[in-house]
């Protein structure tokens, strides 16, 4: 794997261009969210057409895509539809019908990430155990299926237990936290009972939570982006710097891990690995996501090739873009807005207001729910990889009380 410390990707030769070469670069991406509007942001500097399917009718691509199908991406016949009018398929959620991809593979549909990735990611249990049996380090994790089975977990792993289910998380919605045996059998109907398919994790002491962007070509070429670190407010992302201020030795080591996990799974696109870092050093991976991830927003303004834009090379046949990064260090915050209706949308613009007297920062405001501030290019790296701010930032919306950046 290239890792990104400032090496450059080799100009790739006439002759090669395009790796694949899909004849029409009609991209079907299913969801519409706020990743598949940032896909039709870089597609339309490539000449590259997005079509999305969501089923909302005002997504937030919905008006930058090139084409928006209002459907769900959970339903056989509808993605059906959508593929034919395709040239290659991809995802901005892993929650879709995999089955169906499958079964359009065979019938010679181009997905890329293949649906076999997308299979094993969607089932987090299944992802845990496809690493594992790649050697990559992980907390341990065993499947339970009713309270005597979480019982024989907890004095397996000890306490706080991670409970998760399988299926369907996001934001740590899926996710519950047993402290004691006591709070098993309530952390489990929090989670909506045995049925809806659960495992545990042991707990993983992490001093730092790390996430490597790696993008992977059609040719399974792979480059690394620079690790950063996230930082989780309420499991919802919230702090991104990169790159993550710690060793040579460690980032190596979290780059490494996050190309091996990469490695292991089939198609082309941009993976985003999410890693803990323990006090001892080690590395483990939590998860994977198929696509471009908010840990990788940052490369818009940071580095010379955005995830967004890579996604799009990777999964039709281009070569890939270099992922270094050429600035000295960038930090995004992550601001959640209101509901529609709530008095968010003029906090919004005063918070915009006030984040553009920043020199460098750039906001990326997504729809009216939900809105971002990424601060680029303002953060300096010191020589010894720490973060001088060279700039204050105080802003506020009632969902993020006392936001306040120093
Ligand atoms: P999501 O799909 O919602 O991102 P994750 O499985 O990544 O769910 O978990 C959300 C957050 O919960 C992680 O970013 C981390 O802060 C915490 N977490 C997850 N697994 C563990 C674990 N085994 N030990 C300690 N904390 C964990
Ligand atoms: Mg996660």
């Known amino acids: 794997c290239r ?30 969210g706020q ?15 997005v079509m999305v399917l969501d ?10 895509a090139y084409h928006h199908m209002v459907g769900s991406f959970d339903d056989s016949a509808t993605v059906q539809e959508f593929a034919k009018r395709c040239g290659v398929l991809t995802v901005e959620i892993e929650h879709v019908d995999v089955e169906t991809l499958e079964k359009l593979e065979l019938q010679g549909v181009d997905c890329q990430p293949k649906a076999s990735t997308i299979r094993i990611i969607q089932d987090k249990y299944l992802q845990k155990v496809h690493f594992s049996q790649h050697d990559i380090p992980l907390p341990e994790f065993m499947q339970i299926d009713d309270l005597e089975g979480a019982k024989r977990a907890g004095d397996l792993f000890g306490y706080p237990l991670m409970i998760k289910s399988k299926r369907l998380a996001y934001d740590g919605r899926g996710n519950a936290v047993a402290k004691s045996e006591d709070e098993l059998s309530s952390a489990v109907t929090a989670l909506g009972g045995f049925d809806r398919g659960l495992y545990v994790e042991k707990w993983a002491p992490f001093v730092k939570e790390l996430a490597v962007i790696v993008a992977r070509g059609r040719d399974n070429s792979i480059l690394c982006y620079p690790a950063v670190e996230t930082i989780h407010k309420e499991n919802i992302c919230h702090i991104v710097k990169a790159p993550a201020n710690m060793s040579w030795k460690i980032r190596e080591l979290a780059t490494d891990i996050a190309s091996r996990a990469v490695s292991s799974l089939e198609g082309a696109g941009v ?11 080690q ?11 908010n840990s990788g927003h940052h490369t818009i303004e940071s580095c010379y090739t955005s995830q967004y834009e890579q996604h799009l090379r990777a999964v039709v046949g281009l070569p890939l873009g270099d992922p270094s ?4 260090a960038a930090i995004m915050y992550n601001l ?10 003029h906090l919004a613009h005063q918070l915009i207001a006030r984040a553009l007297c920043i020199p460098g920062a750039t906001v990326h405001w997504i729809t009216q729910y939900l809105y971002y501030l990424y601060c680029g290019r303002n953060a300096k790296a010191t020589e010894d990889g720490s973060y001088h701010h060279c700039w204050t930032f105080h802003g506020q919306c009632r969902k993020a009380p006392g936001f306040n950046v120093i």
């Open 325 to 328: 990064m050429k600035t000295p």
């Open 35 to 49: 990743l598949g509007r940032m896909l039709c942001q870089a597609a339309s500097q490539m000449a590259i057409k």
């Open 3 to 32: 890792a990104s410390r400032g090496s450059h990707v080799t100009p790739v030769g006439k002759d090669d261009l395009p790796i694949h070469g899909v004849a029409e670069v009609l991209v079907g991406v299913l969801g519409g």
């Open 283 to 293: 590395i483990l991976l939590n998860e994977v996501a198929p696509r471009p991830h």
């Open 336 to 345: 959640l807005g209101e509901d529609e209706g709530e008095p968010g949308f």
């Open 271 to 281: 993976f985003a690995v999410e890693l803990f870092l323990t006090k001892d050093d």
């Open 55 to 64: 089923p909302q009718e005002n997504c937030p691509a919905s008006k930058l």
